[in-house]
């Protein structure tokens, strides 16, 4: 006897929704093959469930992490505690200090990620890249791809390989943030060579390409879709730091990143670090283990750490900046097999006075004289004003002053008329014989140089890019690139770029 | 009954011995366990990777819930805050991410309830599932091929909106957020049997409203 549509209907939802013990989904199933209107309402229930699983996914907007942390520790933007008794905390509390304290660590910044530069050939323009294949507390447990340069074609070996695996470890998205954050004794932290992708990242914090090849064109139009709803920032925009101060003010910028996207090139685009793991998640989700992720730390990696530590008094961000190291130097500290420092700056003649960015325009050695220079010049920094008058540094004086619009005005002017001796305080806590020292270490060849300097014409070299001089700390330069699907309809945009394979058709 | 019986039993041997896929994979939630270890014992960038994780998900689902952006923000936030409070008198009895959610959905619910049911159908204004932006929404609608798809989302848009909330936590945990029944079990702190009768109902009841707002199911 064939039960009665009532014993089932209860179980039909969960029927569809595979909840059932077995048993009890085959009597379900039995009846609903006999039952047209207990088809129907099944028919329908999947309607109605998958309709509410195509409604749109909102997305938290991007400033709720600093929210959280405003509201968790009062304003004083962070998460967690401060370290007790820590030095540099308790210079960084009150406002007036951490204001001048930015600018002050930035100047530091400079001068020891010149240091950097110095430490690594000249000749050598690649950039590190950090490639996060997973997140696993095991270092050991790590590809040794450090020790075998990547080749073009194993690029598609490697997504399905290895990219299931970092993009399905949710740690991956700690990996993007704990390399800013210096949490290099957890990050295992692959290098590798790939000096054309990432060479456009003209000062410091992160770099990164994220590489979509989707499978198909609902995939391709799914991505396009995530692109077209991200945050992102092309650089070089008159807004970028317009960017940090208002994000959302920007929003509307981001559509000209996706057409740069749309006609198949490669776009470089600022984003927060908290958009750029949003992205990748994204991408991953609309286009499962067909995205890769590659990273690198832009050779100032210092002014990130400090950044950090400012805004976020990190326990590893001041560590970093109390230790005045780059954060690629503390992820070789920490054993990661970071195998060069990076110099992602165009390599610019040599000489004082050439100009340009930090970068290395100085002799390779620093001798005894270049750091007391660089000490009367960071002094100088304090009135950014007079060093770009006297035309010295005009960079560093052009960076502090940018920097300065980002900070709050009153608070900078109390600063200056209140708080000299702080300002000198701060300073002298932060460089004297530390710094030395720290440069000692930092000339000790670690790397040894194998990449031909980038060509002259595409770095200019007479001064600094405008993206040189917009570039705003704590931020992503992103490059995303949307593959078309194999055999794309005519009028798909085409891969461009010309030093890389198609990871999707290959 | 031995219907519910079986089911609870089904629904719990699933979870703990196929991962089924809604449910958060081991390796999300050992993951999420060191970085509650790690908040836990000071680590501040531990948290905030926690927030980095969850945030869209939590985000979305206080946005159903309670249909207004600014209240999901609001609902969101907080949820974190609690969480963070909370956070020294976390047992890992179940994962971060049941755990945060659930505070996230009492939340929510709680909101509900003290804006007296005031009816929020447009979910922020229009009573369509409106895209977050135009360029997305280009793309979108070329991914959704049809009108009728559209119209069915819009139309479920509000009908979720609409329904009761106890319905309503139910359906969007299952059908937008794609936890399974133990895990809702768990969010919502009910039996397995309560799960399944209410997600059953406010479908039905969503159907329902589907038909009388003329979409062909």
Known sequence: ?506 | MTIHGNFERSASSKNMADEPVTSPARETIDIDATLVRRARSGDSAAFGKLVLRYQDRVYNACYRLCGRRDDAEDLTQTAFVKAYEALPRFEAKSSFYTWLFRIAVNLAISHRRSRGRRKTISLDGGNDDRRPDPAAADEDTDVAKTAERSELREHLSAALAELDHEFRAVVVLKDIENMDYATISQVLDLPLGTVKSRLHRGRMALRERLTRSGVQL
Do not use: W
């Open chain 1, 1 to 506: 006897m064939t039960p009665s549509c009532e014993q089932f209907a209860d179980d039909l939802s969960a029927y569809i929704d595979g909840e059932l013990e077995t048993d009890r989904a085959a009597q379900v199933e039995q009846h609903v093959a006999a039952c047209d209107a207990c088809r129907s309402t099944v028919e329908s229930l999947r309607r109605v469930s998958s309709g509410l699983a195509e409604l749109s996914h909102e997305r938290a907007p991007g400033h709720l992490l600093a929210a959280v942390r405003r509201e968790v520790h009062g304003g004083k933007g962070e998460i967690g505690r401060r370290a007790p008794g820590s030095s540099f905390a308790s210079v960084y509390q009150p406002m007036v200090l951490r204001v001048i304290a930015a600018a002050a660590l930035i100047v530091i910044g400079v001068f020891v990620s010149r240091s950097v530069i110095r430490s690594t050939s000249p000749q050598d323009p690649t950039p590190t890249v950090v490639h996060g294949p997973a997140f696993e507390y095991d270092s050991k447990e790590m590809p040794d791809r450090a020790a075998a340069p990547r080749e073009q074609h194993d690029r598609k070996q490697e997504m399905d390989a290895s990219t299931p695996r970092m993009l399905q470890s949710p740690g991956y998205l700690a990996d993007v943030s704990g390399e800013i954050h210096g949490e290099a004794d957890e990050l295992p932290i692959d290098v590798m060579q790939s000096g054309a992708e990432l060479r456009a990242a003209p000062t410091g914090g992160s770099v990164m390409t994220i590489t979509v090849a989707p499978r198909d064109d609902a995939e391709y139009r799914a991505a396009l879709a995530v692109l077209a709803a991200a945050r992102v920032q092309r650089l070089g925009d008159d807004a970028v730091n317009d960017y940090s101060r208002d994000k959302d003010a920007n929003l509307g910028r981001r559509t000209a990143g996706l057409e740069h996207v749309k006609s198949g090139r490669f776009e470089m685009l600022m984003v927060s670090a908290e958009e750029a793991e949003r992205l990748i998640v994204s991408f991953e989700q609309v286009a499962p283990r067909q995205v890769s992720v590659e990273k690198g730390v832009a050779d100032a990696g210092v002014f990130g750490a400090f950044y950090l530590a400012e805004q976020t008094a990190t326990p590893a961000a001041r560590a970093i900046a109390r230790s005045k190291e780059s954060t690629t130097d503390e992820l070789a500290v920490a054993g990661a097999p970071v195998q060069r420092s990076l110099s992602a700056r165009p390599t610019e003649p040599r000489g004082r006075r050439s100009g340009g960015v930090g970068g290395a325009r100085r002799s390779e050695t620093p001798s005894r004289s270049d750091l007391e220079e660089d000490r009367r010049a960071a002094r100088g920094l304090a009135s950014p004003e007079r060093m770009a008058k006297s035309g010295l540094k005009k960079d560093i004086a052009a960076r502090k002053l940018k920097d300065r619009s980002v900070a709050d005005a009153p608070a900078r002017q109390q600063a200056r008329e209140n708080a000299p001796g702080d300002r000198v305080r701060m300073f002298k806590q932060t460089t004297p014989g530390e710094i030395a020292s720290r440069l000692g270490k930092l000339e000790s060849p670690r790397v040894a140089a194998s990449q031909p300097a980038p060509a002259p014409s595409s770095a200019p070299t007479a001064a600094h890019t405008p993206a040189t001089s917009r570039a705003t700390f704590g931020e992503v330069r992103l490059r995303v690139r949307i593959m078309p699907p194999p055999g794309a309809a005519p009028g798909a945009p085409p891969p461009v770029k010309a030093d890389t394979t198609d990871p999707g058709g290959k």
